[in-house]
């Protein structure tokens, strides 16, 4: 019918959301192909090279020939012409092509139920809230990603105590023994993902993690029909110190995990070394849903391959605080009942 075709995370296939044509990816790729060797030419190629000298840059819509002007760093986008999905090609050549990506598995329709559910069961969250926010935005994009492949050398020692108290004739005993625990050893890391985009909030992307990287496929620009896309402009440089960061707290926490059967453990001295290690480059596929409630914007991220939703939600000051004035009478009456159970017992 002449729509363009998107990519359909339900049948991993090309499909026309006006006529529902479906297409293997080779064959739209091939397709494809041919449109972009009949439209190269001259006035394209200075289009482009006028817009570069700025911060931003010019491309054609292939579906009707629009002009669209877009940040350096943008991978896909709408043509506010025609509504059409452009996948900027030039951002993914050479070496700014992704090593490999992840393509989306869940749809818009599952990324709004996921928001409605995660609106439920939030006792402080305010009634009005799910009746007044709209969701102003939602979009899937493809998110760049380095992803790290690191070994770690620990080496770590703990200052560790046992106590033990007891009752002999009327007199308490404690006894306190210390201990000098210390571990060491290798740990090897694969696939630590940091994000490549200084847009996306950090913690945010983390928050939707894991990705199962066994579903990663080699880059094919097929996978960004329909959905929108960035290239990293923070190279793997810049978001290693990440990527050793969350790896060094790992480490941490796993060896500290090991010393067990005492009553308190304190680490005293921590060696963290990072050795060797590969990076590569990969989009990974999110949905980006905005809303505004009473002028504050909030926003919420959803693994586009597992349906992992997070986001914040407001809180209901009124009812987070009659919650807390019943805990407390709840407690305060549990307390004198114990008192006079012990009191009527003789204890």
Known sequence: CGGAMEFDSKTQKMKCPYCDTVADLSDF????????????????????????????????????????????????????????????KGQFDGALRPDYIIPFKKDKKQA?????????????????????????????????????DLKAKADFSYHAEKTRVWVSNDIEYTEHENFEVKRAGTVEFEKVPADGSKKMDDT??????????????????????GYLADRYDADSEESAPRANERVKKSVERAFEETVTGYTTVAAENSSVQLHGGSVRYALLPVWILNTTWEGKKYLFAMNGQTGKFVGDLPADKNA????????TVIFTMIFYILRLILWMFGV
């Open 112 to 148: 709004k139920e996921a928001y409605r559910k995660h609106l439920e069961g939030k006792k402080f969250l305010p009634g009005v809230f799910k009746q007044q926010n709209h969701i102003d935005e939602i979009k899937g994009v493809y998110v760049p990603f380095w992803v790290f």
């Open 204 to 225: 945010l992307m983390e928050s939707v993690e894991p990705y199962d990287f066994k579903e990663a496929v080699p880059f094919r620009m097929a996978y960004m029909a």
């Open 29 to 88: 790729e091939e397709t494809q192909s041919e449109k972009t060797a009949s439209k190269e030419g001259a006035e394209q190629g200075e289009t482009q090279e006028a817009a570069e000298e700025g911060a931003m840059m010019l491309y054609v819509c292939e579906s009707c020939g629009g002009e669209i002007l877009a940040d350096k760093t943008t991978g896909a986008t709408s043509c506010p012409y025609c509504g059409n999905k452009v996948v900027m």
């Open 320 to 327: 987070a605080r009659r919650m807390t004035i019943k805990l």
